[in-house]
């Protein structure tokens, strides 16, 4: 556990020459590639279990999630959502007709992402005593990092117990003619832009797409969707889908399902997509939010026996196989692309190589410290639409797909007496799905304004393998939301 620096002679390849140059190596219990909220997060666990940590960052500590993705999209959808509640409000409606302040919810949400500065990060880093590398991370063979700085210098750092890389990803964009010359959107753009565009063509129909639209139509943008496939949001239940399609259409969304984009090019400033349908849509700027990419392109993996550009196959404990040194966090593993699912593997990651550092088992039981078993069978996820969409677990087709006996039980918010609550206009539905087998929860979604912050209930019963008889014993609180799982618990009996 101690930080040992010796001057040695290395041989380094960066991506532009190869060169020869004399540089120290610096040992680490652990080196961490990638400063996103999973790696950070995998220096903290390491630093806790007492092993010296370096952490290699290339551009914001913090990662995509901090500066151009969770944080500013939710910041940009908060008063859009809020303004859309309150107006379901009667009583309140009427103090809310007015447009959204578009230049001051841009301030706000460039206030959260801390105006794309790091030095919080950096101050909180400092505070768990792991070590900060800005550069570029790149393996070396085993157990061995370089780190070529903004300058050029290469650092190399070597691991006694683990390196772990956490690399995150970035935007996939298709191969279509003409796309670069129309400098797109991605996910990046649309989280940062600070102007509205007047026109706003967004390419997808999954969470950032639907989110996306759902914010810059709000802030005065007119917005086109061009969906290749049938429905939004096709990972979750199809009513999930149907009700945001819905809500997005109400609120002037020009939503065209069913068609993809054939070529994009810019004429006098004006994007133009020619879809499969033969259509010219024209927009101002253009999106796409068409699916990721790992970055693992540039990481070295052909030195250790992987393929770069790969996504990284893991056991549990989040080592990639085949290897007893190298771990993989978070996104860029593809077990589920959601910043607190990389966190619980960050945990778990940590605690495992702190574990084996010290010569402790490592212990696979489905409820250990060292195994995260809930990203097989209770992820959860919100989409920030609204009305908003949360689910766990399995939706009624990937639990008949995986060979569960399965019912699904569905109810609307209407037979709620909170959700009236909420005023007239609240729509949303509900849907358990119960293993017949056993009588458990494999799944559960709701549909409805503020139900992301009723699925951690769902998520607590599918990870915790809560029977359905014992949760007529989980008795909530009247007059809420919450008061579905009644609902749901009657109509799964009485049917
Ligand atoms: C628009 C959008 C909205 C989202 N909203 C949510 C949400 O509300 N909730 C949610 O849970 N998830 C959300 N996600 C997903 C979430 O952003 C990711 O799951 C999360 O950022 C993954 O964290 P990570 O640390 O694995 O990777 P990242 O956040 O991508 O971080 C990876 C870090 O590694 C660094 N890096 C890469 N290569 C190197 C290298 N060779 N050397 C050194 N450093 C390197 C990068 O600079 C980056 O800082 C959203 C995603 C998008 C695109």
Redesign the pocket.
Known sequence: MFRARTRVATAHTTHQTDCMTETESIAYDVVV???????ENVADRTRAAGLTTAL?????L????SY???MP??ALLRPVIAQADARRLPGLAQAVQGPLDAPAVLARRNYFTAGWKDDGQVGWLEGTGAVLYR????LAGPRTVTVTGPDGTVTTLTARHAVAV????RAQLPDLPGLAEVKPWT?RE??SAQAVPGRLIVVGGGV?AT??ATAWQALGSRVTMLVRGKGLLNRMEPFAGELVAEALTEAGVDLRTGTSVESVSRENGTVVAVTSAGDRIEGDEILFATGRVP?TD??GLDTVGLEPGSWLDVDDSMRVTGTDWLYA????NHRA????Q?KYQARIAGAAIGARATGGTVAEEPWGAHAATADHHAVPQVV?TDPEAAAVGLSLAEAEQAGHRVRAVDVEFSSVAGAGLYGDGYKGRARMVVDLEDEILRGVTFVGPDVGELIHSATVAVAGHVPVGRLWHVVPSYPTLSEVWLRLLEAYRDN
């Open positions: 590639i990638g400063g996103g909220p999973v790696g290699v960052e290339s551009e914001l913090g990662g995509e999630c151009w993705a969770c999209s939710k550069g570029q991370g790149r956490s690399t995150g990803t996910s649309a989280t950032v989110e996306m970055h540039d990481i966090v978070g996104d860029v692309l959601l910043t607190h990389g920030f």
